[in-house]
Nanobody, 127 residues
C-alpha cells in the first residue's frame, strides 16, 4: 500500500522558517516524481515544487523561488520542503504527492497524474 505522510507544519511568524517532511512507503522511491502542493482557504490547490526521481532535478513555482528548497533522502524515503522567508500568503495546507506516470517533473505539475497523496499539514504564517 502506497502511503505518504506529511509532518512539520505549524504556526510561524512572517520571515520565519519551517521544514516539512513527506515520508513515503509502499513504492520504489526512485521511480516516481514527487511534488508539494498547497491549498489556501478559498483558493484552488497549486503546485509548489517538484523533485524528479532519477536525477533529483527540481522546479519551483515562481511565488516560492529563492525561498523554498525541495530535497530528498533516499535512505529514509523522505522528501523535504525547506521554507524560509515565509509570508502570510504562504498560509495553506501543504500536501505531498507521488506521480506514478512520471519519474521526471514537468514544468507545471498535472495534478490528476498524481495518484498518491498525503493527508496534508497546515502551515500558518502570521504577520
Amino acid at each position: 500500500e502506497v502511503q505518504l505522510v506529511e509532518s512539520g507544519g505549524g504556526l510561524v511568524q512572517a520571515g520565519g522558517s519551517l521544514r516539512l517532511s513527506c515520508a513515503a512507503s509502499g513504492f520504489t522511491f526512485g521511480d516516481y516524481a514527487i511534488s508539494w502542493f498547497r491549498q489556501a482557504p478559498g483558493k484552488e490547490r497549486e503546485g509548489v515544487s517538484c523533485i524528479s526521481a532519477r536525477d533529483g532535478s527540481t522546479n519551483y513555482a515562481d511565488s516560492v523561488k529563492g525561498r523554498f528548497t525541495i530535497s530528498r533522502d533516499k535512505v529514509k524515503n523522505t522528501v523535504y520542503l525547506h521554507m524560509s522567508s515565509l509570508k502570510p500568503d504562504d498560509t495553506a495546507v501543504y500536501f505531498c504527492a507521488a506521480n506514478p506516470l512520471r519519474s521526471r517533473c514537468l514544468a507545471t505539475a498535472v495534478q490528476h497524474e498524481y495518484d498518491y497523496w498525503g493527508q496534508g499539514t497546515q502551515v500558518t504564517v502570521s504577520s
